[in-house]
């Protein structure tokens, strides 16, 4: 579960501090579906970095499954970020040189599987993305949206708790984005909590909770009745 409160995020420009976030509460409970939207700018990648724990708020408090990530230590949060999770960014991060599976087995090594364990782990998660076809390709062997695939399937090999994506479809067709939303729809059935940004209310249709965010605030937070 995910608990920000009062935060607070000013980033350091020269001899300013130049704030970003003012006063964001925001709680996520395990199994949601949730899109972050809002106009550029608004900070909603500064939120994600937060809740992924590759940033901490200047003031508040963030609560991540019982810790608080403002007092952990460098460790501590490279541990959060490892057992909980999976990072999906608008532009892929795939390396160049690695085959998809190679991509996918990399940041495994991280939770000290052996290497066969790693492979089959890999291969298990490009299937699950309807890559079984290609994991011997090289990124720039594949389409946007099999690139954005392979990094999904490198998200979710560890098993997170949580996939944060921030605008995971912005550099995709509809048809490709589609896809996309169609993974990250069928995760959520299997449990997985999902966290997204977006500024296209198509791609946030697929989602049960919309938190709008401007100047730094949160504006509006609506969960969609089915
Ligand atoms: P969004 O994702 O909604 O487009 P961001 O969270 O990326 O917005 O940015 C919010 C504001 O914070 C912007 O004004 C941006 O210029 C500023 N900002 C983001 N990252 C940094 C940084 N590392 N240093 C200084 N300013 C930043
Ligand atoms: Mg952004």
Redesign the pocket.
Known sequence: MIELKQVYKS???GALA?P??HNINISIESGEFVAIM????????????IIGCLDRPTKGEYILNKVNVLTADEKHLALLRNQYIGFVFQHFHLLPRLSAVENVELPLVYGGLKKKERRERALEALDKVGLADRVGHLPNQLSGGQKQRVAIARAIANNPTFILA??PTGALDSKSGEQIMNIFTKLNEEGTTVIM?THEEEVAAYTKRRIY?KD?EVIQDRRMVI
């Open positions: 980033y350091a420009q130049v970003v976030l809002g106009p550029s700018g608004s900070g909603k990648s500064t939120i994600m970095n921030d605008e940004v965010i730094g």
